[in-house]
């Protein structure tokens, strides 16, 4: 089967079933997805294998530590994906919610509410999980999914799309509204991009080369996700003790994903107390330093950084640090360098924690707390289907209402307009 064949055969499987999928009752949504969840946790030992042949396939091909633990399965990991999608599963269907009612003088009766996208298209790279969590927000939301994953991952998704459609079509969700492109090309990720007839959205949700790739070359209307240039900054008054426990979580407890963090920034008037040790610390973690001129002189350690530093993601145990003047300094280097996803300071200061929260540009701004947290799981949404960093439709974890559009359902009583 070409390339074509496969993106026009799900494509229209996926079609069809997306307007049987958008009248289904919560009660069988939310049944398939406790089917599947439990399927998935019953085939662990199957998702396991077919995993470890991509990582196999990865390790001989060279693959680094990172993308090898963002591509790895686990027991714990396949438990969260399960739990993820019972989660959706107990969360109110949005389908239907009635955002607006209006009774105009000549008594029409005009309601706007929410109705499913329609097809979504989800490309993604060595992430399996991805999979799972997409699917079942596609599901409850009444979408249907067309997931076209990197090569790197093609067992393990094929593996997870399996067990999906199993146990959903075996309890009522329509055959075709979950598809896997199997043909992991740059042809079939090209050719997904412009499938227009079929698609009504694509979101894609990896590496800043992937998303540009989508933003440059798609003719479906697409959502930008997952490019995450994180910062900490810790104020002259901050709790040097919270700082460092959340600068370490930040950075160290899953250093290959979008929200971690990639750079820290301290105020001048606390750099000599608080630097030294805080990047031995992380040093003893097996992070790499690059620093400007003035951490290079507390730190030998550290290497000088780029320019290109500054606006890199590592996802890596890698970070960059400066020391700024003051709050605004720090506040006007992530506005110029930041990738708009998730930014935090550490400071006792409510005016100038207001501050930052006001004036950095992210989707998410936190107040003493890791940046870790800019995550569906994590903000109660059971899943993600990826972080918004733009600022048209949806912004940050995209749920399920960032899922659905609107349509206006209009109520007369014989009127005509003159």
């Known amino acids: 089967m070409t390339v074509i064949e496969e993106l026009n055969q799900k494509g229209q499987l996926a079609k069809t079933s997306s307007y049987q999928l958008a009248t289904l009752s919560t009660e069988i949504k939310n049944q398939a997805l406790l089917a599947i969840a439990g399927a998935l946790r019953n085939e662990t030992a199957f998702l396991l294998a077919e995993n470890e042949k991509d990582l196999a396939q990865g390790k001989d091909s060279g693959m680094n530590q990172g993308l090898l633990d963002r591509l790895a399965l686990t027991e714990a990991r396949i438990a969260a994906m399960a739990e993820g999608i019972e989660q959706i599963a107990a969360l109110p269907d949005p389908i239907g919610e009635a955002l607006s009612k209006t009774v105009r003088p000549n008594g029409l009766n005009i309601t706007k509410v929410r109705v499913p996208l329609g097809v979504i ?22 979408n249907a999914v067309i997931l076209r994953g990197g090569k790197e991952a093609l067992c393990s998704n094929r593996a997870i799309v399996q067990v999906m459609q199993n146990a959903g079509y075996r309890a009522g969700l329509p055959v075709g509204c979950i598809n896997l492109i199997e043909n992991t090309s740059r042809e079939s990720a ?23 790739a989508v933003v440059e070359n798609a003719t479906v209307p697409a959502i930008e996700t997952g490019t995450g240039n994180c910062h900490v900054y810790v104020d002259a008054s901050a709790d040097l003790s919270m700082a460092k426990r959340i600068v370490i979580n930040a950075k160290t407890q899953r250093p290959s994903v979008c929200n971690a963090e990639e750079k820290l920034l301290v105020h001048q008037d606390i750099a000599k107390e608080f630097l030294p040790d805080m990047l031995k610390n992380l040093s003893d973690f097996g992070v790499s330093i690059v620093g400007d001129a003035k951490v290079c002189s507390l730190f030998p350690s550290a290497t000088l950084a780029t320019e290109e530093d500054w606006s890199t993601e590592y996802l890596d145990l890698k970070i960059g640090v400066k020391i700024v003047e003051n709050l605004e300094d720090a506040i006007a280097h992530i506005n110029r360098y930041n990738s708009r996803h998730s930014e935090a300071i550490i400071t006792q200061d409510t005016e100038a924690a207001k501050k930052f929260q006001n004036e950095v540009d992210a989707a998410a701004v936190y107040v003493n707390a890791s940046t870790r947290f800019t995550d569906g799981f994590e903000f109660g949404f059971g899943a993600e289907i990826g972080i918004s960093t733009q600022k048209i439709h949806a912004r940050g974890p995209m749920g399920l209402a960032e899922l659905t559009s609107s349509k206006y359902v209009i109520q007369g009583t014989g009127q005509i307009r003159e």
């Open 190 to 212: 090209t050719e997904l991009m412009r499938l227009n007839e079929y698609l009504d959205v694509i979101i894609p949700r990896g590496g800043a080369g992937l998303i540009r």
């Open 121 to 142: 298209g989800i490309i993604y790279e060595a992430r399996p999980n991805v999979t799972a969590d997409a699917a079942g927000l596609c599901i409850k939301s009444g």
